[in-house]
């Protein structure tokens, strides 16, 4: 163990902070997208391509409103299909397939993605392929967003599972589901928790300014000892 380091990757918790984020720009975003905050905002962000996960998505919130007692919610794919058009129609015939038009929104680009996590309840990583990192996962823990994620990838190390957020089993649209609506039924006291710990873990392990910090001084280290 005193041979080997682990350098976390990083992100901008300054830019990722939700301190930062304004009312004023919340209802911005909320009323140029249509976004009714009375509901149960739930986030899928990444570029539209079959790995991230969109479809499973789409079929979780199928199944979600078919449960009993279900508090309102809306679905907001965010990303770009970066020429994807094929894929991207796809989409939209699963949604209208599923008759969730009126529940799940595609938003092409936010150029402020802190407004977008903020405006969540819970954020959502859908990738049926391992993330080497998964910055979703870190960026909405730093936002005091509750994440769901696959169990594959960079998000079994950068989530603290139960605590900081959790983990559905990879490509079943079921376990996402259920998980989501597991994270639905938790009290306003019991999400900020999360939302808290989860910041917590990322200024501890991903701050970005840790990250270089960390490697110039192993590099220091290992100068003096040639």
């Known amino acids: 163990k005193r041979k080997l380091l682990v350098v976390f990757r990083g992100i901008n918790t300054k830019y990722f902070n939700p301190q930062k984020i304004s009312p004023s720009k919340i209802d911005k975003f909320s009323k140029e997208y249509g976004i009714d905050r009375n509901n149960f905002i739930i986030l ?4 539209l391509t079959y790995w991230k996960g969109q479809k499973i998505f789409i079929e979780a919130l199928k ?3 078919e449960y009993e007692n279900i508090q309102p919610f809306k679905g907001i794919i965010l990303g770009s299909d970066q020429g994807r058009t094929v894929y991207k129609k796809q989409l939209f015939g699963l949604v209208e397939q599923h008759r969730l038009n009126k529940i799940i929104k595609f938003i092409h680009h936010c150029p402020e993605m802190p407004i977008a996590y903020r405006i969540a309840n ?4 859908c990738s049926s392929e391992p993330e080497a990192f998964g910055r979703v996962s870190v960026e909405a823990q730093s936002m005091e967003i509750p994440i769901i994620a ?5 998000s079994t190390e950068t989530i603290i599972k139960d605590k900081t957020g959790f983990l559905f089993k990879s490509g079943n649209p079921h376990a996402l589901a259920d998980t989501i609506h597991m994270v639905m039924q938790k009290d306003y006291n019991s999400l900020k928790s999360i939302g808290f710990e989860g910041r917590k873990n990322v200024l501890k392990k991903f701050d970005v300014d840790k990250m270089c910090h960390t490697t110039f001084t192993e590099y220091k280290k290992l100068i003096e000892l040639s």
């Open 122 to 125: 819970l954020v959502c990583s």
């Open 44 to 47: 899928l962000p990444g570029r």
């Open 63 to 65: 199944f979600l409103k």
């Open 150 to 154: 696959s169990d594959i990838g960079g």
